[in-house]
């Protein structure tokens, strides 16, 4: 978990950089947020999981609009989304 909590903090800084020096809509700040929302669903907490979909939607259309939906880079984010859905789904169902 320590490490985890470095790589997010360290995602969160590059992040940062990234949509300063690229902007928003550019394939290098979608892969930064794919991979804080990695680095966040790997954290396994409620919150990081929500926060996670959040960041792989928004890389999902930079990438979609700005390389495509075929792209093998968007394909893997779009796969990310899934399986994060998927376990919040599975969350949501063992809460009930």
Do not use: C, F, W
Not at 9 to 30: F, M
């Amino acid at each position: 978990p320590e490490d985890l909590t470095k790589a997010i903090e360290l995602y969160n800084l590059a992040l940062a950089s990234n949509i300063k020096t690229y902007g928003e809509s550019h394939p290098n700040v979608a892969t930064t947020r794919n991979n804080l929302a990695s680095a966040l669903q790997a954290r396994n907490q409620s919150r990081d999981l929500s926060k996670a979909i959040e960041l792989y939607e928004l890389s999902l259309e930079t990438m979609r609009r700005v390389l495509s939906a075929d792209h093998p880079n968007t394909k893997i984010i779009a796969g990310n989304l899934k399986r994060a859905k998927a376990k919040q789904h599975s969350r949501n169902k063992n809460k009930s």
